[in-house]
T-cell receptor, first 111, second 113 residues
Framework: QKEVEQDPGPLSVPEGAIVSLNCTYS??????FMWYRQYSRKGPELLMY????GNKEDGRFTAQVDKSSKYISLFIRDSQPSDSATYLC???????????FGKGTLLTVNP | DTAVSQTPKYLVTQMGNDKSIKCEQN?????MYWYKQDSKKFLKIMFS???????INETVPNRFSPKSPDKAHLNLHINSLELGDSAVYFC????????????FGSGTQLSVL
């Protein structure tokens, strides 16, 4: 079983839709959970991170972590064509500099 | 101002050659990293330096040698390039002990022919 599993998609939605992106993981030592957005031919860009379980909201983006289920989600409200990108989840342990990434989900938001 | 800059952006070379990729960050971060992204977009850490000290060295062929002359610079030298080395290499940096706040460069697309 891979440490981090992420559905690669592709996911195609109409503009204005609510998008749900998810990752599951197997390592119970993970404590920090991140979401990165990567546009084509660019480096990943940190959207938000969460420590341990719970929700975090930033504008149209909400991250949720359920450690009991080893499941994390990113919700995008009122999706825009500019949200079209690959979304990568990443995780790390408490005292570990190494991030473990999911393989990314390619999202297309159609005008 | 670019926060994490790496050069070159594209690198096309023949098998067996030696090449280097340079990285610089102006964020004042203590920790720098090299990540490799393969053709399936999978990102995997290769090395990490904390204020010039190597702290992460994943299972990477010893043809890859990182060097950090100071905490703002981390270079990657690759000897005897192989076809399988073709990938995008990303430099990144973070504040000390805050690897969740990773800032990436724009990547170097390496193509080995």
């Amino acid at each position: 079983q891979k440490e981090v599993e992420q559905d690669p998609g592709p996911l195609s939605v109409p503009e204005g839709a609510i998008v749900s992106l998810n990752c599951t993981y197997s390592n119970s030592a993970f404590q920090y959970f991140m979401w990165y957005r990567q546009y084509s031919r660019k480096g990943p860009e940190l959207l938000m991170y969460t420590y341990s379980s719970g929700n975090k909201e930033d504008g149209r983006f909400t991250a949720q972590v359920d450690k009991s289920s080893k499941y994390i989600s990113l919700f995008i409200r009122d999706s825009q064509p500019s949200d079209s990108a690959t979304y990568l989840c990443a995780m790390r342990g408490e005292s570990n500099y190494k991030l473990t990434f999911g393989k990314g989900t390619l999202l297309t938001v159609n005008p | 101002d670019t926060a994490v800059s790496q050069t070159p952006k594209y690198l096309v070379t023949q098998m067996g050659n030696d090449k280097s990729i340079k990285c610089e960050q102006n964020l004042g971060h203590d920790t720098m990293y090299w990540y490799k992204q393969d053709s399936k977009k999978f990102l995997k850490i290769m090395f990490s330096y904390n204020n010039k000290e190597l702290i992460i060295n994943e299972t990477v062929p010893n043809r890859f040698s990182p060097k950090s002359p100071d905490k703002a610079h981390l270079n990657l030298h690759i000897n005897s390039l192989e076809l399988g080395d073709s990938a995008v290499y990303f430099c990144a940096s973070s504040p000390r002990d805050r690897a969740e706040k990773l800032f990436f460069g724009s990547g170097t697309q390496l193509s080995v022919l």
